[in-house]
């Protein structure tokens, strides 16, 4: 994506309250997360500067050319004399681990591809080996990829507590999507995964210059312990049928409509459910959340 100019009440002027007020409120579990893990001030503003660069070179084109270092000065308020430096030395960004990504292929297959469900569309309980031409866990990873041994990848699924295996050597599908249980490095990809998506989304929808990506959320406050918890499992309810439901469109699709060179997308739906405690006023130099919606916004 490029942006020919910054937004109104960029650069040239004070930013808006409203984008500032939404920042913070963004900001804060951001920063529970960072003393949390160690990553202190001084840290994340090298680690901003150098973002703020490569963002602004990338994405603030002029009529398709990069953005002088002058420019960049401007746009970013990095001084230029780091600019060079920055755009030069950009760090790597590491990829999921391989066991990762193979995983989450597997358990996606698992819950769309119809050969591998029962009568009512549910995952089936699959014999470990192959016996008399049925469905098999060592068929699923390797209509995945043929690179691995599906023992090394089984073992891996019950570890993460994907899966488990009974004792008729049976292999069990134990949660509903590829979950990275107590694996931190896991964890945190997915975290900046979804996270990055999410945000962008909602980035595109302030701009406004474009169709808006879905993005709906249902807010309450007057709610007891007891009704949280029953919103909290029907919510889980509704919205893994309907990721299933789209990761079988998905898969289907994929097979039945493959992109032409250079027209390749990705795409992401994702859901989240979170509650606390309602504050008697708002945290100090937080913005509160907006008047008691009723509906999904």
Partial sequence: MSHEDPAAGGVTGAPRDSVVAALRRVLRPLVRLLVTHGITYPFLTDLLKGI?????????????????????????????KDIRRLLRDVPSVPGPSPSLTLGTQIVARWLGDPAYHDRYGRPRVLPR???????????????????????????????????????????HLVTRGFVPGKELDAKAFYF???????????????????PAWLERSVYYDELSPASVDKLAARSEEVAMRALQEINRDGMALEAADPPSAGQRMRMRLGVF?????????????????????????
């Fill in 192 to 210: 900046g995964e979804a996270l990055h998506d999410h945000l962008a989304a909602g980035v595109h929808n302030l701009d406004g210059s474009q």
């Fill in 52 to 80: 703020f660069v490569a963002t602004a070179a990338e994405e603030f084109t002029l009529g398709g050319k990069p953005p002088t270092d002058s420019r960049l000065t401007v746009l970013t308020g990095v001084h230029r």
């Fill in 129 to 171: 080996t192959p016996s008399r031409g049925a469905a098999s866990f060592a068929a699923l990873v390797e209509s995945v990829s043929k690179n691995v041994r599906p023992r090394s990848v089984l073992d891996e699924l019950v570890r993460l507590g994907v899966a488990e295996i009974d004792g008729d050597d049976r292999v």
């Fill in 273 to 297: 459910f979170y509650a606390e405690p309602v504050a008697s006023a708002p945290p100090v130099g937080d913005a509160g959340p907006p008047m008691k919606p009723r509906r999904g916004k």
